[in-house]
């Protein structure tokens, strides 16, 4: 049973922030986004800090902008199809305890997943003879699941939304033909939105309050906020001869301080009433504050050109995803501080890939990828439910003119189905598992001048 105490400082605002930005599966670990070039995506984003030609390093790595030819203009956009089908049950809390009582009524929430179209644009032009300037437009971060309002998870999650936005400048000098320095700054605007359904119905039953049972007062709340704030990235290239490079980068973690964050409770009638007695300055509109850092980065990367035809290309990116091990936000409202745990750990992403060039106008490409999840079993949710993903990718390069290149990437995603095993703040239960599937569709045209 639930004391007065403990329902009341629940802080819903806190599991919504943290929620939304703690959890993910788009595609890379986590919330995290590679899609940022059609042409590294259909090798599977090998050698994407050190191949020749590709716009996108102005981001991946600046110092790698030393392999790219002239002036040159790059928009891209990728096509990410995301599926998530849950099945399994969910019972309310019962007189012995989590879980035991009778089940929670509603559907399985249907395709929980979305199709997002995720752009990109890059500008890079030589500085006399041995320096670069660049400038980027990506999305590193981002991801949507909405299940039906009335789904069997619905005190778990309904809507989560989070989005990033960079805006990068990028600068690199050559020591000599062999070996670049690069670095970049950018200003980083971050986005969430996140629903979800409260069980008032448990929380005043568990107090004794007559006229009320589990699942009989739902209310809902609606958590949003954003932030902006800054990161760099510093970049190394280093060629053993003309045919051989290794690139090194690192990107910055971006801490991102949410100070406006805006919680909104829509609170059944005769619960609003007791509520506005028992709890007073509980589950009213509020503000509220937290600081999230977006996990740094460091990627080791390698491209061999063979001959005139055979390119082949290998990364490896380890993720410092266990600065996501609490979160603690701070509330405007009478609700006191809460401080949530999650226990991520860092990942690492490994692919390999080859490029077979056909003729001056026409490239194949094709990779392999392990892309390891930061969550655990014990920690996982329904916000969306995480799991390691290997790929298989496929590209092509149509070089229409000396100044015109167009590129296509696909990459498909097999993953295993992850479990869920979740209590909510009302001590409401929910088990089951997800059928995940993922599919992503690049394109780009680079114009060189």
Known sequence: MLSSQNLFRLSLLAAGVAGVLLSGHAHAAAFQLKENSAKAQGRAFAGSASAPGDTAVVVNNPAAMRLLEGRQLSVGVSAISFGADFKGSGNYVGA????????????????????????SIYFATPIG??????????????????YDRDWVGRYQGIKTELQAIDAGISFSYDVNPWVSFGASVFAERLDVDLSNAIDFGTALYAQGVPGFTPGSADGYSRVKGDSTDMGFTLGGLFSIDENTHIGLTYRSQVDHKIDNGKATFDVPGQAAAVLAVAAAGQYINTGGSAKVIMPATATASFTHIINDHWLIAADVTRTAWSKFDKITVDFDSAQADNTLVFNYRDTTFVSVGADYKLSDALTFRGGLAYDQTPTTVEYRDVRVPDTTRRWLSLGLTWTSSPSSEWNL????????DPTVDETSVTSSTLAGSFDVSGDILAGSYTYKF
């Open 409 to 416: 990437g696909y990459t498909h995603l097999f993953t295993s």
């Open 96 to 119: 012995t305890g989590a879980g035991t009582g009778s089940a929670i009524s509603g559907g399985d929430g249907g395709n929980a997943g979305t199709i997002a179209a995720v752009p």
């Open 129 to 146: 003879d041995n320096m670069h300037l660049g400038a980027s437009l990506t999305v590193p971060y981002g991801f949507k699941t909405e």
